[in-house]
Structures are given as C-alpha cells and as structure tokens.
C-alpha cells in the first residue's frame, strides 16, 4: 500500500520567510497527491492537488510540484504570514488516500 | 450547513461500553470515509464506503470496529466493548468520485471519544 514521509515539525519561521515542508511517498502506480491544512480549532480542509505528474497545484500562495521521479511533493510559500500558522498534512492517494504525520507550523510576527 | 456534520462531538465512556457515531455526508457525495486521529498525529485511515458498498478496511482495525453506510447516505461507526487506546477523535469525510473535485476530502468536525 501507499505510505508517505512528511518532515517533522514544530517548525517556527518569522513572518515573511521561506517555507518548505518536505513530503515523500511510496506507492504503486502514480496517485493523486494532495496538502491538507488544519487550521487551530477547525477541521481539516484541503489546501491544494496535483494528479499527474509535473502538475503544479497551487492555493493562497503555497505552491507543490507532483515529481515522480523522486516521488516528492515537497509545499513551498515564499512568504509566510502568521495566518499560516497550522499543521500541514501530505496525503497521497486516489480511493483509499493516507495521511503523513502532520508538520506544524508556528510564524512569528 | 450543508457540510459533513458528525454526532455526537463529544463521547465519554467506560472501558467495556459500546459507542456510536453517525456522520452525514453532503447530499451528492458517493464516497465517505472514516479515519480516527489522535494528538500529533496524522488521520489513520479506518474504511471507507461507496454508496453502501464497504470497499476497504484497514487490516489494523480490530474485530469490535463496525461501520454501516445502510442507504448509501449517513453512516454510523460502532465500537463494542471499548477500551483506553481507543480514546481519539473519529474524522468522517466524504468526497464524489468524478468531476473538477474529484478526490478532494470533506471533513467533519469530528466526534472525540474518551474511554476512561
């Protein structure tokens, strides 16, 4: 089955830096890749997609590129506000879709 | 509100009671899933239904978990004889399986259960 790997947080970044969180995965075939985002105190809602490769799906100013080569959805923002403030879930998957352990993210103003 | 609404949200029980959980997805959507999530962790996937066809359940999942979607609309998840590590919070989410969004999970708010 699919597994993926997603960076450990807490990562804490300053207001206006560059943020990467590194996502891999496994998986036979090539499935639809996704960022989830839980907010503090909300549900899980969905941040952006890709479902093929080299497709680049993108949503509030984060950014991921589907690399199959590497098997890789690494997010990227290049300036953060403390409104990103949240935790980050990788979740490849097309019927069945698996979650990472989450990475959370602390801005400071 | 027409989005995923999960009852109840809150659950206190005893070791060795039953519980339940219903989850209504929105209208349209073929597909719901159930996932528990507990802290610092990401959503564990437990099964997930087509219309009223159960299409997958984790291999982890023990024996006293049950989950029904009898219409193909609401589902209810069920855990016999209940037990400390079961204490979480259950996510459901549903999704449709063709169009732009295909794929694109809704969650609830999630139901949390606490055994004591």
């Known amino acids: ?109 | 509100d027409t989005g995923v609404s999960q009852d109840p949200r809150h659950k206190i029980t005893k070791r060795g009671q039953n519980v339940t959980f219903r989850c209504d997805p929105i209208s349209e959507h073929n597909r719901l899933y159930w996932y528990r999530q507990t802290l610092g962790q990401g959503p564990e996937f437990l099964t997930y239904f087509q219309n009223e066809a159960q299409l997958e359940k984790s291999r982890l999942l023990s024996d006293r978990f049950s989950a029904e979607r009898p219409k193909g609309s609401f589902s209810t998840l069920e855990i016999q004889r209940t037990e400390q590590g079961d204490s979480a919070m259950y996510l459901c989410a549903s999704s449709l399986l063709a169009g732009p969004n295909t794929g694109e999970l809704f969650f609830g708010e999630g139901s949390r259960l606490t055994v004591l």
Not at chain 1, 28 to 57: I, N
């Open chain 1, 1 to 109: 089955g699919n597994s993926v790997t997603q960076m450990e947080g807490p990562v804490t970044l300053s207001e206006e830096a560059f943020l990467t969180i590194n996502c891999t995965y496994t998986a036979t075939g090539y499935p639809s890749l996704f960022w989830y985002v839980q907010y503090p105190g909300e549900g899980l809602q969905l941040l952006l997609k890709a479902t093929k490769a080299d497709d680049k799906g993108s949503n509030k100013g984060f950014e991921a590129t589907y690399r199959k080569e590497t098997t890789s959805f690494h997010l990227e923002k290049g300036s953060v506000q403390v409104s990103d403030s949240a935790v980050y879930f990788c979740a490849p998957g097309d019927d069945k879709i698996i979650f990472g352990k989450g990475t959370r993210l602390h801005i400071l103003p």
